[in-house]
């Protein structure tokens, strides 16, 4: 089955382009099929509702634990923080993940979603740069928690700003990045194949 990341329609297997929308198609399904938002190839978690993708993992071993009861598998993550959280950790708020963390329920009603990034670099650069026009910046990494550092580059990061502040901070931030050349040379999305350890 192919599906069309744009649409989110389901194709044969021969299917190459999107009949509605000519959007290239891909082998992986492409959105969550709880919040039908996005999802990118490698997630694990969807990023807009926090649920575990559980159809992606093909081993129970590579279930995530719970950050807080390491013995118990994660159902989703905070949608703030990307913690992992298992069923007797998560508060689920409308149809939402979070953490027992109650001020990330509250930023995530008072803050936006500005980018993400895998880089922590531009994360910070981000940051400074907005702070410096006083936009106050809430800046959350999953590699802070033990789950994403195993799992290497699958770890990305939030950059929320309040709700008030979003349009000025797209405006700015499309600015810093348009006047920036890209961050390292590393720009391969998907050249690169995962190739797993094979370790165990
Ligand atoms: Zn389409
Ligand atoms: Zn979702
Ligand atoms: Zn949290
Ligand atoms: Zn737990």
Do not use: W
């Amino acid at each position: 089955m192919k599906y069309c990341p744009k649409c989110h329609s389901e194709y044969q297997d021969s299917a190459t382009i999107c009949a509605d929308c000519q959007t290239p198609l891909v082998d992986y399904v492409p959105f969550c099929k709880k919040c039908d938002g996005d999802i990118g190839e490698r997630d694990i978690f969807c990023p807009h509702c926090g649920v575990l993708l559980t159809e992606r993992i093909t081993n129970d071993n590579d279930v995530p634990e719970c950050e807080d009861h390491p013995s118990q598998p994660a159902v989703g993550m905070c949608v703030v923080c990307g913690k992992p959280i298992c069923r007797d950790s998560v508060q689920q708020i409308g149809g939402k993940f979070f953490c027992r963390d109650d001020s990330h329920v509250k930023l995530y009603h008072d803050y936006a979603l500005l980018y993400r990034t895998s880089t922590e670099y531009e994360a910070a650069m981000i940051k400074a740069n907005l702070e410096g026009t006083g936009i106050p910046v809430s800046v959350f990494s999953q590699s802070d928690h033990v789950y994403f550092v195993t799992m290497g580059d699958l770890a990305v990061v939030n950059i929320m700003v309040p709700k008030t502040r979003i349009h000025e901070a797209e405006e700015l931030l499309k600015n810093l990045l348009a006047s920036k050349p890209p961050f390292g040379d590393e720009t391969t999305e998907s050249d690169d194949k995962e190739t797993g350890d094979g370790q165990g």
